[in-house]
């Protein structure tokens, strides 16, 4: 790697917005990548550099370009509960279709883990696919279920993607809906939430 690039990298990283402008009129290629496949507007997406982003967006960077691991900056902000970053990413028309390694598309991470502002800024700002169903066969709605605890920020995804129109009897591989393993993990709360939706 030339070290015209690496330093361009570091800059990203550290949010040097001048050394990355020069890097730019330098030649230094906006999209070049690292060894892990990683560009400069996603290693200062990583570190919360927001203007070095901004600075990035507005210089023509590819901000959908995915690394080895299939992260850009987008699907970074919503596994990571980075609702700056997020929000930059849809004002900059972030390719919301793009998928994590699991299949999933940006909301599905963040229901998953239970980031109740980042699955609200999806819901109520762009079309994103909350019906989207990934590799394992869950949507985000199941995903909010089965894989965290059943608690006040996982009844309030529940809730929102209810209220935006996830469809509330889509199965998963096995034919499970999600009223049956709310109701299996003994999560009344969300069973009820379910029930009123309109889950059969």
Request: hydrophobic letters at 40%.
């Amino acid at each position: 790697m030339p070290d015209s690039e690496i330093s361009f990298f570091e800059a990203a990283e550290k949010g040097g917005i001048a050394v990355l402008k020069q890097s730019l009129q330098d030649g230094t290629d906006i999209n070049a990548v690292n060894r892990q496949g990683r560009t400069a507007i996603l290693l200062a997406a990583m570190n919360k550099r927001y203007e070095a982003v901004q600075f990035l967006i507005d210089s023509g960077a590819d901000i959908n370009r995915q690394d080895q691991t299939c992260f850009n900056p987008f699907l970074w902000g919503c596994l990571n509960d980075d609702l700056t970053l997020v929000k930059l990413m849809i004002k900059a028309g972030a390719d919301l279709t793009l998928m994590t390694r699991f299949g999933g598309v940006g909301i599905t991470p963040a229901a998953e883990k239970g980031h109740v502002d980042i699955v609200r800024e999806l819901l109520e700002t762009t079309d994103i696919n909350y019906n989207h169903t990934n590799f394992v066969g869950w949507t985000p709605l199941l995903e909010a279920i089965v894989l965290n605890d059943g608690g006040a920020r996982q009844q309030e995804i529940v809730r929102l993607l209810l209220k935006h129109g996830a469809n509330p009897d889509m199965t998963d591989k096995y034919g499970k809906t999600p009223l049956t393993l709310a109701k299996e993990k003994g999560y009344q709360q969300i069973a009820d939430l379910l029930v009123a939706g309109g889950a059969s």
